[in-house]
């Protein structure tokens, strides 16, 4: 569930009836909209935001406005509301972006920026965004935000920053290359023609010329000032004499016209501003439920809180309206701020305990917000109340935390500032402690918080909420068992929190149940893995847990294709991308890899390229994932397909080299048997034998026994893995060893048993519509194909594979190399893959003696491999062969 927009944040603040024009100003705003920015920095109370809701109602431009508030330091808060303040521009722009912004792991802000920014440039007309009070961001990650999208902004756009402070953007390099329009307290003071105007037209007051000039110079120029002051008077008899009754800092000028302004006004407005002060909007109602009884002895306004907040922006007392329609408002910030200071002294004064009197203003305040469906800012009051127990239930949220709700920040601050006593009394805060650190990556800190949930426990009854909180511990070290591909820990931990969840606890519950299935798929129990999967499926449909639904689809379509069934698991993946999105969520790149394999396997390798390189794409915006690493290698595997042994070569070393800095195990061995092919295709057999026997790759060691010759040590190891295979039900892993098998019967001299084994095979693999299975095993394959065509009854599957050998030029080992130079003349027949490593070997200059030793067999056979080598290539010698070879391609 995302976290509710707030529209009032949206709202453009109306112009004020009566206003102070200040063309001077206003045509430096017009004169900087064809730059990147406009910055008005300055204190508080100098109007900057009614400078520029007075530019916009003028300027020929839409805009937009986002009025900024602490709670928009989450990235995830400001990322979703900065898109909404530009969909008032164009409704329909960063509609797919919402959705990265709700994955458990948010991607790149680049990458999102990225898609928003061209979506912007696509606009026909220019338009402005606004950020209004930016000073109250204090992250650096949006500070990084905005900077790249004041770098990459297109034309169509200005953006303006109004703020308090100089924001952390490279304002240098904007000025110097004259992006940078900016406004400062200088320029906003007003001129004394300016003050004459406010004071006498806005404020009505009736002030000589001397006493206008003696306020502005006592005030200098400052609007806040001005107005206090100008507030203040109004019950003044002698307006001069208390002009020169104050002077000071702006601190103390404040505090001063404060209390003046409140003296002039009855106890019940006096009430109102003060009780309302602890509110950043405030409404009729929610003001009358604050207001609901009064502080100490004050009474409650008779008004109700709608007309007083009317009456409130009547009398210009630093009320600010926040949508046309006039019923949310806001205060002034720093007469909030001043109000706040005054009602934590007025109820010491009145109750003497300032804590506990303001405490039930945001516990009202909290109730309210609760009881209107906006649980993020009822636990905001709530923490703000120090009601430890109020905030608990809130964070939790009736089984939808809000950290699932773009509040993962304030959770976290809130549980950072709290004392380890408060939460050990409520254990349950450790674990939703743990779950919110696992959401944002922290995953260092998760077991710490886990162990001191456990430690808090200790010596509770094991009730139902105990049971459950077990639970939920067990779920959370199951997920970071994933995280590592811990098959036993995973199934350990899932176990035990399925067994203490409460049944009601479906999310949780759901989340385990994935988990769980993952773990069979790494033991390679896919029937419990499948089943498993389905009832993660189930259940997370009917309670709409989209992240689970995706991965247990996911799931399912990873066990179809291992058994085979490609047709299904590339309808499954297809699923998964249409519920991932456009842009889609990073998860994803699952889906394009399980698409990528099976186009590859349909022989269509230009699909099989995209889906791929989009796996890799997205797989490189997740933080410590071993997918990059899966994508690399299939990349890997194509690019030998298509001949590129030196590319595939390249990548696999990197993938290598990255898979054990990180430690990324589990990808080791799928990276070394495709280097084993790299290094068959380059004639390597030493540096082959050494990489299949080291990671015991059993299909992977057959193929080298038979580019060595040796058919029988092939078949061997073949049958028994084979068994292994059946044995555990391995479809997918049972049809490679048949294929290989074949082909090693075939090398063995048994024509008869291969063919028929083939068969075997080709009945396996026709329902899926395998092709590369065969065609990458070259021409021993297409020779067996040939004879299975002329005994067998599949005239058109088989008619199809011969076709793709046709496309593959009947000769796949020397296509590889054929890709760059076309042969000036064919071959009488193409070399073995033996005989191509014995030519390499010629090249490189090594004697028979020497090609007998390196290739462990016998000088007379590498003499029959010469001959048969100078045959095929119609030479004498070794140097013409190694010439032709090089015209040829081979070499």
């Known amino acids: 569930m995302s976290k509710p927009i707030v529209f009032t944040k949206l709202y453009i603040p109306s112009p004020r009836s009566k206003a102070v024009l200040r063309p001077r100003l206003i045509e430096r705003l017009n004169e900087g909209i064809q730059r990147k920015l ?55 722009i960063g509609e797919g972006v919402f959705g990265l912004l709700q994955s458990p792991q948010l991607p790149p802000v680049e990458s999102i920026l990225t898609i928003l920014l061209n979506e912007i440039a696509a606009l026909p007309s220019n338009f402005v965004l606004v950020l209004d009070d930016y000073h109250v961001i204090d992250a650096i990650p949006i500070d990084n935000a905005i900077a790249f999208f004041l770098e990459h902004m297109p034309p169509q756009m200005h953006l303006v920053i109004a703020t ?15 992006q940078l329009t900016e406004v400062r307290a200088t320029d906003l003071r007003f001129t004394s023609t300016e003050a004459a105007e406010f004071l006498g037209q806005v404020m009505g007051l009736q002030l000589s010329s001397d006493n206008i000039a003696l306020l502005e110079s006592r005030t200098e ?6 107005q206090l002051a100008a507030l203040s008077m109004q019950g003044h008899e002698d307006p001069a004499s208390f002009i020169k009754s104050f002077s000071g800092s702006h601190h103390f000028v404040l505090d001063y016209l404060v209390e003046e302004v ?10 109102f501003l003060l009780c309302t002060s602890i509110l950043d909007r405030l409404c009729g109602p929610l003001c009358d439920a604050v207001l609901r009884k009064g502080v100490g002895e004050n009474i409650a306004p008779t008004a109700s809180g709608q007309e007083t907040l009317e009456y409130l922006e009547h009398a210009n007392l630093f009320i600010v309206p926040l949508d046309n329609e006039r019923r949310w408002y806001r205060y002034h910030h720093l007469f909030a701020d001043l109000l706040r200071k005054r009602l934590r002294q007025s109820i010491t004064s009145n109750i003497g305990d300032d804590v506990r009197g303001v405490a039930e203003l945001h516990i009202r305040a909290s109730i309210w917000y609760e009881d209107n469906g906006l649980e993020i800012e009822a636990f905001q009051h709530a923490t703000a109340a120090n009601d430890t127990q109020r905030a608990a239930r809130l964070m939790e949220g009736e089984g939808m935390p809000l950290i699932f709700r773009g509040a993962a920040v304030p959770v976290l601050n809130w549980l950072d500032s709290m004392p380890n006593d408060e939460l050990d009394a409520q254990p349950q805060l450790w674990v939703m402690y743990a779950s919110a650190m696992l959401m944002v990556g922290q995953m ?8 001191a949930a456990e430690k808090a426990l200790q010596g509770n009854e094991q009730d139902d909420k105990t049971r459950d909180l077990i639970g939920h511990i067990a779920a959370i070290r199951a997920t970071l068992a994933v995280s590592k591909h811990q098959a036993e820990t995973i199934i350990a931990e899932s176990r035990r929190a399925l067994n203490y969840l409460h049944p009601d606890n479906l999310p949780v519950r759901t989340a385990t149940t994935w988990t769980l299935g993952y773990a069979y798929q790494l033991q390679g129990d896919r029937a419990a893995a499948s089943k498993a999967y389905a009832e993660a499926l189930s259940i997370s449909q009917m309670i709409g ?18 058994q085979n069934q490609l047709h299904v698991a590339a309808e499954t993946y297809r699923h998964v991308l249409d519920m991932a999105g456009d842009p889609p969520q990073l998860v994803a790149c699952e889906a394009h890899l399980g698409l990528a394999r099976i186009c590859y396997e349909w022989n269509d390798l230009d699909a099989a390229m995209h889906h791929g390189q989009k796996s890799v794409q997205l797989a490189k915006q997740f933080e410590h994932t071993d997918r990059v690493v899966a994508g690399e290698v299939f990349l890997a595997r194509l690019k030998l397909a298509r001949g590129e042994v030196s590319g595939a070569a390249a990548i696999l070393a990197k993938a290598d080299h990255f898979a054990r800095q990180q430690n990324f195990v589990n990808q080791v061995p799928h990276i070394a048997a495709a280097h084993v092919l ?14 299949a026997q080291k990671h015991e790759l059993h299909i992977s060691q057959a193929r080298v026994h038979l580019a060595q010759g040796d058919a029988s040590a092939a078949l061997a190891l073949l049958e028994t893995w084979r068994g292994q295979a059946e044995e555990k039900g391995w479809e997918d892993e049972r049809l490679k060893v048949m294929v290989v098998q074949a082909v090693a019967l075939y090398a063995h001299g048994e024509i008869f048993k291969a063919v028929q084994l083939l068969v075997d095979a080709l009945t396996m693999a026709e329902p ?7 065609v990458d095993e070259g021409i021993p394959m297409l020779r067996l194909l040939s004879e299975a065509a002329a005994h067998e009854n599949m005239p058109n599957y088989l008619g199809n594979l011969l076709a793709e050998f046709d496309a593959e030029e009947l000769n796949t080992e020397i296509n590889y190399a054929q890709r760059e130079a076309k042969p000036a003349q064919p071959l009488i027949e193409p070399l073995s893959g033996r005989e191509l490593e014995v030519l390499h070997l010629i090249a490189q200059g090594l004697s028979n003696s020497e090609i007998s030793e390196r290739l462990f067999i016998a000088l007379t056979t590498v003499k029959g491999h010469n001959r048969i080598i100078f045959d095929k290539l119609q030479v004498k010698r070794r140097t013409e062969a190694v010439a032709l070879a090089r015209k040829l391609g081979l070499l």
């Open 545 to 562: 847990h989209v992240m689970i639904t995706l991965m247990a689809t996911l799931g399912l379509g990873n066990i179809q294709e291992a």
């Open 38 to 92: 406009t910055l008005i920095s300055a204190s508080a109370g100098c109007g900057k935001t009614t400078l520029v809701s007075e530019w916009i109602a003028g300027c020929s431009q839409p805009a937009a406005w986002l009025s900024l508030e602490e709670g928009d330091n989450d990235l995830v808060s400001f990322l979703t509301y900065l898109i909404a303040a530009v969909q008032t521009i164009a409704t329909n």
């Open 164 to 178: 308090r402070e100089d924001p952390r953007l490279p304002l240098a390099q904007l000025r110097v290359s004259n």
């Open 262 to 271: 409140l003296k002039q006004r009855s106890v019940s407005i006096q009430t």
């Open 768 to 774: 899926g519509g395998f092709i590369r299975i065969f």
């Open 221 to 226: 120029g400052w609007i806040a000032g001005l």
């Open 444 to 451: 260092i800190s998760v077991e710490p918080k886990l162990q």
């Open 678 to 691: 790299a290094l068959l295709h380059q004639g390597n057999l030493v540096a082959a034998v050494h990489l």
